[in-house]
């Protein structure tokens, strides 16, 4: 009796450890990624952007190619024509009334897009996550997060930046069942939280869970959020040699 | 009258034909401003500038545009800004029509823009985009890759041109070409422009880069194409620089810094008595600052300064996009020097108040 209880006691203490040791923190960022980038792409979508005086609507269509490469092109009548090209480490900006280009590299990378909530990285950069943070758990066990009255299961997880990156620390949601994000919130080097998002609707595309709307609250400035709708988005879509060019950036 | 009449057909005609896949907008910005005129009393003006812009949609691989400017007071001032198709074929595309194409680098200074020549000062630093020229233009553009291109371009009309003949001499045209390039990480552009209407070869190198700073050099030579001397050479020799860098703080909104100058080496570096339009002085720099402590609201502090004679004119001015494709904006400036220098008090214009709305829809 008292070894069937020594061995009951073995099998609690272990079965904890053994159950999440099947999966760790990096392969759990993997498997987010897998989601979130595409080998090619093609969408369209809006950014609704709100702020103390009423919201404002923007209209883009994009065309990505893995973590890198983006071409983002603005609808919408303000910003009609202008065209964002994201490449690895620069991004140029197209603005039709001047016929011209203007290439950012470095710090810009952090800027917002057209007085949206998101930054240039945000939208195409920074998805090689364990290339640029080193990631563990926060709790051990998933945890039950709340969003728009569902209730998920999460791995709840805190990225610590490598090197100078955006947001040097992260604390992701990650559902446990779909390995979707479901909530992140991003600090500052000091830990302050300056912006939240929380992903509001998923949808199987191509047999991958990917997000096709969420919401970014900026945590610094009250009542401003954007809310990041995709509307059409096609996965592992021909593209043409030259999607990327700046050839097809001035066009 | 009969512009006007004409004007307004071409509206017609262009809505009838564009019906389908069109995209229009309209810009609207009123503005009312305070000055001072030539006796140096105030006075106050209201001036209307209207676009109307229609875009072709649905084609990937051809893009056209018409817009049509007028700017409104007591009397109306029609304008063709752009009127171009660009057109995608399997290896080069051509442009051709009322447009503009950007050589060089620069935003307010750039010695390789031998199109429309960037390197004289303005005075008004009120607009966002203070380089739009158009001019009539046939371009053909090949690419060579990801970032390289090389690209021929013909003017039948020097760009600003007010002459009313449409047939223009062969003598008078304009040609010429580009090389852009991208080598370790610097883009590189090289080309030259023949200026046929003023007799001028007019050669440019540019370079583009990044070390802290976005970081940016253009030369340009303008020769004479017969009996050049080395006076020639001297005066034609022009270089612009400029650095850039956008930064933001967490809770202090977001900050970009420009600097650009426009360098004649051989020009006059000590201040002329009696200056006019002509004297070309050795060094003149542009300093902005825009500062955006939120999403909708920025401010900018803009000046060009003339170094050698002591003289700049100062602006500073604010836009508020309050609702959707609607600004507000203020801007005030001044003129600081004598009366012979590039910029000056006591002269019309000196000082400026301007408010507008803008609305874009």
Partial sequence: ?251 | MKNICCFFLLILLFVQAVYAEVVTSVEITALSGLTRDENQEFVIYEVGKTALNFDSVGNPDVRAQLELDTIVTEAIMPDVKRAFVKVRFPGFRITAGKTRESWGEGFLFNAGDVIFGSMDPIADLSEAILRDETAWLVDLYVPLGQFSHIEAIVLPYAPGSQSAEILNSVHDMRAGGRIVTKLWGIKIEGGYLFKADQALHHPYVSFQGNLFFDLQLSAALQLPAEDATPEDIEDGFTVSFGLMHIFSTDEAGTWTVRMEGALRPFGSWEEVEAADEDTKYGLLLYPEIDYAPDDFLSFQLRSIISPIDASAVISFGCTYNIYQGLNILATVAVQLGDEDDVFGWDREGDVALLLGLEYIF
């Avoid at chain 1, 005086?53 to 983006?70: H, I, L, R, Y």
Wanted: charge should be neutral; charged fraction near 25%; glycine fraction near 6%.
């Fill in chain 1, 1 to 251: 009796m008292k070894r069937i209880f020594f061995y009951m006691m073995i099998w609690a203490v272990l079965t904890p450890s053994i159950l999440f040791a099947q999966i760790t923190p990096e392969q759990i960022i993997k498997n987010a990624e897998y989601n979130q980038v595409h080998d090619t792409s093609k969408s369209t979508g809006k950014m609704i952007i709100t702020n103390r005086f009423g919201t404002q609507q923007k209209t883009f269509e994009a065309v990505a190619q893995g973590e890198d490469n983006m071409l983002l092109t603005f609808t919408n009548i303000e910003e009609r024509g202008q065209k964002i090209l994201r490449l690895k480490d620069e991004i140029y900006l197209y603005f039709p009334d001047a016929e011209g280009l203007l290439r950012l590299q470095g710090g810009a990378l952090k800027e917002s897009v057209m007085g949206s909530s998101f930054s240039y990285e945000d939208l195409t950069g920074e998805k090689g996550l364990l290339d640029l943070y080193t990631v563990s758990f926060i709790e051990t066990t998933p945890v039950q997060i709340e969003i728009s009255g569902t209730s998920y299961s999460c791995y709840h997880l805190k990225l610590k930046g490598k090197r100078s990156v955006a947001y040097p620390e992260q604390e992701l949601w990650i559902d446990s069942s779909n390995f979707v994000v479901r909530r992140a919130v991003y600090k500052s080097l000091s830990g302050r939280a300056l912006k939240e998002l929380v992903v509001e609707r998923v949808e199987r595309i191509s047999g991958k869970y990917v997000p096709v709307q969420f919401n970014m609250i900026d945590k610094l400035q009250k009542n401003s959020q954007t809310r990041f709708i995709i509307e059409n988005l096609r996965i592992n879509v021909a593209l043409r040699p030259d999607e990327f060019s700046l050839e097809r950036l001035s066009f």
